[in-house]
């Protein structure tokens, strides 16, 4: 029994929509009566050289934009993407974006459609392609009709420290076209991103599938929001290495997707194997808040899942985070394939709470139960389980389906809540100079609301851009 302890304490621890062409089949504006302003320029070539996307202009991407260059994006500027031509910008290997807003003048990307009228999935969102390393050999940028390649076999050679621009300060908003299973775009996609790419300060909204998904690479983030997206909010694959610190994601209960909606979806690759790199993000202060306030709550869409599924052989590592109103489990392990390498230590659930419905679940070993997992966890690397909301003190960090606008009261933890003061940074995993070590506590939120800063905005479907 205490070796079972043991290690189990170390485990817890068909319709290929095409885009238009961009350059070849867009000959003219098939929504020029969608013009709401004088100073529109539509974008619809490659963009090659360096090119200035400036504020006194709004640029509407048509079609399937790929940047070769340098694109460099002024603070305050709008960028929509088009709905019929799938408007959709893509950063190609060895271009770069250099999209840098500030607090009070952040840079949006949005729908084109008027306010009222935005809906998930209106464009395709912002794709950066790197030369970061990656665990497949053949691997292509999903859903695109003019092809990316990533993988192994596309270069010769992989830069960890490769550089696709720069994201500070910037919204993307109704993007994410799901054109069939498993080949979507995203809000914010990054392919072999490297950490020379400088990703803060970002708001992916009312996205079609997952707001951020990384395959492989290692780009690190800080201060992500994904907000009342229909898919997953993290999904992350093919070998990201990455680190990740301060993020929020919350759920609109009534929109989730028929594959199955969580908060963290995590794969080696989709096949299990032991290919290298392997998945070994880390991520920390992460807020992962579900559909279910309450076990009373109504009408929540019957495909959401877990908290975080973390399953196909993937090392990813949690720290200081919550999890919470989550019905299938707050923590869904596929422990068929990372018993190994939570048992190497390569993976680590550390200073985690899982608030509320059900704790954590184990798949693929019918010998152990649930409820023994559950035990097992809270009683490894200090980690909670907590049965309400209330008593973590998290009871307005829930989207409000029945409001005007269904955004969360405020994030912050009540005074006296279980998750202040319950973080810690000593795992080695935590050592990276990228990770502040004074936020020890549980979660994206000690006592500063980082998402009332003017850059944010929960309510892009009624703002005129």
Same mark, same amino acid.
């Given at each position: 029994m205490r070796k079972l302890f043991l290690n189990f304490a170390v485990v817890l621890l068909g319709m290929a929509?095409?885009?238009?062409?961009?350059?070849?089949?867009?000959?003219e504006d098939p929504d020029a009566d969608l013009k709401d302003a004088p100073n529109e320029v539509i974008v619809k070539s490659t963009i090659k050289g360096e090119r200035?996307?400036? /504020?006194?202009?709004?640029?509407? +991407?048509?079609?399937?934009? /790929?940047?070769?260059? $340098?694109? /460099?994006i002024e603070a305050g500027t709008i960028i929509k993407g088009d709905k019929v031509t799938k408007g959709t910008l893509v950063v190609l290997p060895g271009g770069k974006l250099n999209a840098v807003g500030t607090s009070t003048q952040p840079i949006v990307f949005t729908s084109r459609m008027a306010a009222g009228a935005r809906s998930a999935g209106d464009w395709g969102g912002v794709i950066l392609v790197g030369k970061a390393p990656v665990n497949q050999s053949n691997a292509t940028v999903e859903g695109l009709s003019n092809p990316v390649d990533y993988g192994t076999s596309a270069f010769a050679d992989r830069d960890a420290n490769d550089s696709s621009g720069k994201l500070k300060y910037v919204r993307i908003e109704f993007s994410g076209i799901a054109l069939q299973p498993d080949k979507e775009t995203n809000g914010l996609t990054m392919c072999a991103v490297g950490k020379g790419t400088e990703i803060s300060h970002v708001q992916v909204s009312f996205g079609g599938d997952d707001s951020f998904e990384w395959f492989g690479g290692t780009v690190n983030a800080k201060y992500l929001i994904a907000y009342a997206g229909v898919d997953d909010d993290w999904d992350v694959d093919y070998g990201y290495s990455g680190n990740v610190q301060f993020g929020v994601s919350v759920r609109n209960p009534r929109t989730a997707d028929v594959s199955g909606s969580n908060g963290f979806e995590s794969d080696n690759d989709g096949s299990g194997s032991a290919a290298s790199p392997k998945t070994s993000a880390v991520f920390s202060n992460m807020t992962v808040v579900g559909p279910y306030k309450t076990t009373a709550d109504k009408d929540v869409n019957a495909n959401f899942a877990a908290g975080a599924h973390l399953r196909r052989n993937t090392s990813i590592s949690i720290f200081n985070?919550?999890?919470?109103?989550?019905?299938?489990?707050?923590?869904? +392990?596929?422990?068929?394939?990372? +018993?190994?390498n939570a048992t190497a230590g390569d993976m680590a659930l550390q200073n985690v709470a899982v608030v509320g419905i059900k704790g954590v679940t184990l798949k693929g070993?019918?010998?152990?139960?649930?409820?023994?997992?559950?035990? +097992?966890?809270?009683?490894?690397?200090?980690?909670?389980?907590?049965?309400?909301?209330?008593?973590?003190?998290?009871?307005g960090s829930f989207y409000n389906p029945k409001a005007a606008v269904g955004k969360p009261e405020s994030f912050l933890p009540a005074a006296g809540s279980p998750l202040l003061s319950a973080g810690a940074f000593t795992h080695a995993k935590l050592k990276d100079a990228h990770?502040?070590?004074?936020?020890?506590?549980?979660?994206?939120?000690?006592? $500063?609301?980082?998402?009332?800063?003017?850059?944010?905005?929960?309510?892009?479907?009624?703002?005129?851009?």
């Open positions: 929509t095409v885009f238009s062409s961009c350059e070849d089949k867009v000959t200035q996307f400036v /504020n006194d202009s709004v640029y509407i +991407l048509m079609g399937q934009i /790929n940047v070769e260059g $340098t694109l /460099n985070s919550v999890f919470a109103g989550w019905n299938t489990a707050g923590i869904l +392990l596929d422990a068929v394939t990372t +018993l190994a070993a019918a010998s152990v139960t649930d409820l023994q997992v559950s035990a +097992l966890f809270e009683a490894a690397g200090s980690n909670k389980l907590i049965a309400t909301v209330a008593e973590a003190g998290i009871e990770f502040d070590s004074s936020a020890t506590y549980m979660g994206a939120f000690g006592t $500063t609301d980082w998402t009332k800063e003017a850059w944010v905005n929960f309510d892009p479907q009624n703002t005129v851009y």
